[in-house]
């Protein structure tokens, strides 16, 4: 499957193809005004290689290797205790790494000189103190990057906390807390953000605001990497996902192509005449199994359902009809990201990292450790 | 929401790089002044110095002539200074301990080590301007306080005895004071550092500066009293004594130099950790 890159296969160099995308004139800007390490890495490319983490005995995240590129909104999607937290502290410096590397444009994030004007992150919402007001928490860090004290009132009216920004932040709602969070973010202009579920709290006007923000910043150049549990969020939210499971990669592809293909296709069909039906499709080379969906369409009008795996609904259709079979339904079904999701995933949560999931081959990080 | 549409100008005027270590300073001392405990702590040290020196000296000079005042009298005829500073900073000096240790820990106990920590990713130079910001703050306030009780002791006690700035070991010891005050800070800001927990981190500062130091002068002997003599708090006082006493192991600011010792190393043991540490 070529959308489950082994991470051997990582080439820096078809990544910069991407690259040409719109919101270039920004980003050609930014390039001048930041701190870009590389002579030909992107200065908003996020670099992770043969990253490591191992607390005491575990290891929470296991020689991982993806890249997140600029001008476009890149999906963090994994379990909870995957590891998805540990990695992005581990790209900021917050945590030190076991092994491997993790680079911004090629300079690695301890390395940069102010690192908040290449770099925005909100990494957990409570990472300020609560008898802080809001504009001394950006006022300070705004100061440690040498820009000007206006640059806080700038963000916290971007993120419409004006307001209460003379308010201590210990009284802030997780939502209210979630904006300052994204207003730090911002304070350096960073061509690269990062945000470690940024919709936690927010009321559903809120995670739409998340949203355009984010897009929009996808659209003018800028990196946008995002961590999310919800995973009908991220549907809607990123160009792109990387999957992680266990601190191993699961998958790195398009979103659209994640759903696609990470769940075969598969046919609900209901008929009078089951058992003919299953002869017949098995003998054309699918699969068939019993329905395991709700109790209610296993049953409905008593006419029992089965899955087929591998034949196109309009073959089974075509199968029932030569053989003069009454077809009660014939659905194809479309899985949701949700889905694809748990599928891919249910290996590295739920068994050993030997053990495939439904439908998936081996997982790019099973093929690495063997 | 409108606001989500904005474009986004970069921050223009932005700093040359050599503004860094302004940047910091700043920001630190942004940080310390815009929560109340630091407020709070100074007021209490100010209070408490003053107060209890303001009662002392009321005392001394209403019985002067009457009840026991011979041992006071001696005392203040040879060592003025650990008279006028011993009761109100005695004191007074835990506020200072109990702000060091939060100007610290209270990032880490909130969270906020993290904001700061990705601002300042490279760490020592965060601490490097806590630490000169912290002390900056000390020196005013502890000089300002210092002076104050000086001048209001020996003014309310001038009609009996005359203690100036002049005479031998008082200039000496009234600066060494405000040393002792800013290192005693610093000192539980490291303590702070190490163990990186507010409640635990006090409590061990306290210990080491009121618990400790009588037990150890409990024990008999003369490894006992070297001992005493030169743990970090009865070590880094005798530089507030006017002239060293026949019981002192050290003279002042050999006592001095073996408190400044202490902090440095707790300080190095705290910066290895904030280097090396997940924060």
Redesign the interface.
Known sequence: MPWLRSTDALAPVHRSADFAAPGLNLLALLRVCGHSGGVNVPPGLIEVRELTKRFNDKVAVNRLSFNVEPGRVTGFLGPNGAGKSTTMRLICGLDRASGGSATIGGTAYQDLKRPLLTVGALLEARALHPGRSAHNHLLYLAQTQGLPARRADEVVDLVGLHEVRNKRVGGFSLGMTQRLGIAAAMLGNPKVLLLDEPGNGLDPEGIRWVRTFVRQLASEGRTVFISSHLMSEMSVTADHLIVIGRGQLIADCATGEFIQRSSERSVLVRTTDPARLRDLITNEGGEVKDDDGPDDTATAGDVPAFVVTGLPAPRIGELAASAQIVLHELTPQLPSLEEAFMELTAGSVEYGDSTHGPGVQATPAERSMS | ?S???????????????H??W???L???W??IR????TVWSLVAFVVVAIGFSLILSLVLNNDWNTTGGAGAHTQLHNDPTSVIYGAGFGLGQLALCVLGVIVIT??YT?????????????RLP?LAAKVIVFAVLELIVGAITVFVVFFMFTSILHDHIVITLGQPGVLRATLGGILYLIVLGLFAMAVGGLIRHTAGAIATVIGLVIVVPPLVSLIPGTIANHIHGYLPTVAGQLIGQTSQQPADVLSPWQGFGVFCVWTVVLFAASAVLLV????
């Open positions: 929401m606001t989500a549409t904005q474009t986004y100008q970069p921050p223009a005027a932005q700093a040359p790089a503004d860094t302004a940047g910091l700043r920001a630190e942004t940080k815009s929560v109340r405990s209270s990032e909130t969270g906020a080590i993290r904001s700061s920590l990705l601002a300042v990713p490279r965060m090396r540490r997940d924060a």
